[in-house]
């Protein structure tokens, strides 16, 4: 959450700008970004398997999935608003809300879903090599399309500021899932160690990792629109 934060600052203070940085094409940045998402992910896929160990229902897996989807169309409809030719349609949320269904139905499969995650991330890679080198026009402009590129399979990143597709990147949850399950099975004592003091601040972003994920970004946004404003 504080690497996500200081990333995001960072992208507020260019888009303000007070800085030049290309977050789109810059290393440094595309692959903080890879990163950043990556753990996202692979934490929402240990927490899950750990509600599951814990005995998490099905009526409550619900309720926490309809938040998700409730802030995935905020952020819709927030991006829309901002960035009307590149909203958000299919981001990390939109992404989690389907992964989260996925890594529920799967979450007792076990070591399988370290094999399974492999072969999810592979397979983007391996589907996007054939489509450049034998699929027919067609049907790359019916997977880049914006009905069908929520899976992954394109040949073109499409015009949205944040995209996250089903592959590869329900491979990093399935991977958080059977991580977690190990832990459950195997160091449960762990999972309820008590955290030093200086550590307790980070525990409590973890607990309102959501209310904390939509709130930083108007936040920080709002007092960087009220320092333009009071430096005219």
């Known amino acids: 959450m504080v690497w996500m934060t200081a990333?995001?600052?960072?992208?507020?203070?260019n888009q303000f700008g007070y800085i030049k940085q290309d977050f789109y094409h810059d290393p440094l940045w595309t692959w903080q970004r890879t990163l950043i998402v990556s753990l996202f992910l692979f934490c929402a896929g240990l927490g899950q398997a750990i509600a599951v160990a814990q005995g998490q229902s099905?009526?409550?897996?619900w309720r926490r999935w309809a938040q998700v989807l409730g802030c995935a169309l905020l952020v819709t409809l927030g991006?829309?608003?901002m960035y009307p030719n590149s909203f958000i349609y299919f981001g990390v949320l939109h992404g989690m809300a389907l992964m989260l269904i996925i890594a529920r139905l799967t979450a007792r499969w076990g070591r399988w879903l370290w094999l399974l995650g492999a072969a999810a991330i592979a397979i983007q890679f391996v589907a996007s090599y054939a489509l450049q080198t034998m699929a027919t026009a067609q049907l790359i402009d019916i997977l880049n399309a914006p009905q069908l590129n929520w899976l992954g399979f394109i040949t073109r990143k499409p015009i949205t500021e944040d995209y996250?597709?089903?592959l590869p990147w329900l491979g990093?949850?399935?991977?958080g899932v059977a991580a977690g399950t190990w832990l459950s099975n195997h160091a449960a004592e762990r999972l309820s160690a008590r955290l030093p003091a200086t550590l307790?601040?980070?525990?409590?972003?973890?607990?309102?990792?959501?209310?904390?994920y939509m709130l930083h970004q108007p936040v920080m946004i709002g007092v960087l629109m009220a320092v333009a404003w009071l430096a005219k």
């Not at 990333?7 to 203070?13: A, E, N, Q, T, Y």
Request: glycine residues 2%; charged residues 10%.
């Open 7 to 13: 990333f995001h600052f960072s992208f507020d203070l």
């Open 58 to 61: 099905w009526p409550r897996f």
């Open 79 to 81: 991006s829309w608003l």
């Open 164 to 166: 996250v597709p089903l």
């Open 172 to 175: 990093v949850m399935w991977w």
């Open 200 to 212: 307790k601040p980070l525990a409590l972003l973890g607990r309102w990792s959501l209310t904390y």
